[in-house]
């Protein structure tokens, strides 16, 4: 196995978008490209992108290569419309809720695998549900009708047998904010919601929600990536170099999140990336799965858009192999995946076959 030093230092910068402020290395001729990527604080699951820039992956990666690059605060929410925009060129986000956009003619291109979980379904602890077979022709509140809850939901009632989409659908979507959806679990609003960590944590434990579906756990999604990193596809195309040296770095990141989550915890606080408690904040680190691959990163991609597609959800994709091709990019010097080495803080090259935990 090949193996390559970390590096320890910590870089405790992000510039924010409004500013515009950049790296000392992004400075200089303007004809020289600057790569940016996108990230953000007062969320746990991007904890790869936290990783990468407070233990210096990306100077790493970018600096052995001779290149530029900047990290950029925004809201992944709005993190399409900032590729789009040519704002940012690179992230990570929620899979399912990129779909409609990749169908409705989105230019972004996946990379690999950041973590699986953090997508969990709940009924009240007194509720006569007690699986999802149970809600066929109930009301599910959930935070957008794109939202990757939703796929998830409609994904697993199309395995069922049921309608999970359009008019005739054999369930009803209530659409409630994310922070607002407990609540509406709690005044029997809707019979249960889709809720994603650490919002869904919290709500477990302050209402005691019995959970109906867990995206760690269940033995479809526990297996598929709900994050993946993506960039824009002219850029992936334009710079390869550059992307590369994004990947390495989240690969690596991601690695370094899965060997030490309770690290990975305490340097999100140390550095202001997120509140709350850092015990708490490891264990949910922990309960996912952060071993990163870009093989079965691609295999996630293929497994969500062909049950999509046949729902009716993506519409004008013909071809599904050609389709995940065209928006999933491998380099053949860019290793599937790494191992973080907890003995000597080394990353070894690897290849993952299954995402199974053992």
């Known amino acids: ?63 052995k290569a001779g290149l530029k690059y900047e990290t950029i605060e925004i809201d992944l929410m709005q993190a399409t419309a900032l590729v789009v925009a040519k704002k940012i060129d690179a992230t990570l986000g929620l899979a399912g809720s990129l779909l409609p956009q990749l169908d409705n003619g989105l230019e972004v291109s996946f990379l690999s695998g950041v973590h699986t979980g953090c997508t969990k379904f709940y009924v009240k602890a007194d509720s006569p549900y007690h699986s999802i077979a149970d809600l066929k022709g109930k009301t599910i509140g959930l935070c957008g009708v794109q939202d ?59 209402y005691g929600f019995r959970k109906i579906l867990d995206t760690t756990e269940d033995e479809v999604f526990s297996q598929e990536y709900c994050c993946l990193t993506y960039v824009s596809s002219e850029i992936a195309k334009k710079y ?89 990019v491998v380099f053949d010097d860019v290793p599937d995946s790494y191992v973080y080495n907890n003995s000597d803080g080394t990353y070894s090259e690897s290849k993952v076959g299954s995402l199974r935990k053992h």
């Open 148 to 206: 990757s809850s939703t796929v998830v939901f409609q994904r697993k009632f199309h395995e069922l047998g049921y309608t999970a989409f359009g008019a005739d659908a054999d369930f009803t979507i209530a659409v409630y904010g994310l922070t607002d959806l407990p609540l509406a679990l709690e005044n029997g609003a809707v019979d249960a919601v889709g809720l994603h960590d650490p919002v869904g944590y919290i709500a477990e434990r302050d």
């Open 240 to 328: 390869p170099e550059h992307t590369k040296a994004f990947v390495r770095a989240m690969l690596k990141a991601s690695a370094y999140v899965q060997a030490n989550p309770d690290k990975t915890a305490q340097l999100q606080i140390d550095n202001g990336r997120i509140a709350g408690d850092s015990a708490q904040n490891a264990t949910l680190l922990a309960s996912y799965n952060y071993t990163p691959s870009v093989g079965l990163a691609r295999k996630t991609l293929y497994n969500s858009i062909d049950q999509v597609v046949d729902m009716g959800i993506m519409q004008n994709v013909s071809d599904k192999d050609a389709f995940v091709s065209e928006h999933f």
């Open 1 to 63: 196995m090949k193996k390559m030093k970390g590096i320890g230092l910590a870089i405790v910068f992000t510039a924010a978008l409004a500013s515009g402020a950049l790296f000392p290395s992004c400075k200089g001729k303007q004809e020289e490209f600057c790569f940016k990527i996108g990230t953000a604080n007062s969320s746990l699951c991007p904890a790869p992108l936290h990783v990468a820039i407070d233990l210096g992956l990306f100077e790493e990666e970018f600096s």
